[in-house]
């Protein structure tokens, strides 16, 4: 078994920067495909970003041009930057692996954006 830890939530006001962090435990976390995905109150979890083993990444049109998904595999960690945060980027955040069939997930940081 293996962990995702997700970190560097909070609040912030509308126009400021966050950086999530995942930190993971998997062994095969330099050739696995890395995620994150939000959950706002009351709508169905949704792709964010996610990052291929080799650095390709893919946006939710929503972000594109304000969020950047990039990975250091020495340090098992995938990164979010977040830019020019809306109101509507509220949400908890999650990190994703997919291994095999399955998707596991870690426990959630919440990004609260105020006016």
């Known amino acids: 078994q293996f962990q995702l830890v997700e970190s560097g939530g909070g609040p912030v006001q509308a126009g400021d920067s966050l950086r999530l962090s995942c930190l993971s435990s998997l062994r095969t976390f330099s050739t696995s495909a890395m995620g994150w995905y939000r959950q706002a109150p009351g709508k169905q979890r949704e792709l964010v970003a996610t990052?291929?083993?080799?650095?390709?990444?893919n946006y939710a049109d929503s972000v594109k041009g304000r969020f950047t998904i990039s990975r250091d595999n020495a340090k098992n960690t995938v990164y979010l930057q977040m830019n020019s945060l809306k109101l509507e980027d509220t949400a908890v955040y999650y990190c994703?692996?997919?291994?095999?069939?399955?998707?596991?997930w870690g426990q959630g940081t919440q990004v609260t954006v105020s006016s």
């Open positions: 994703n692996v997919k291994v095999g069939l399955y998707d596991y």
């Open positions: 990052i291929t083993s080799g650095g390709g990444t």
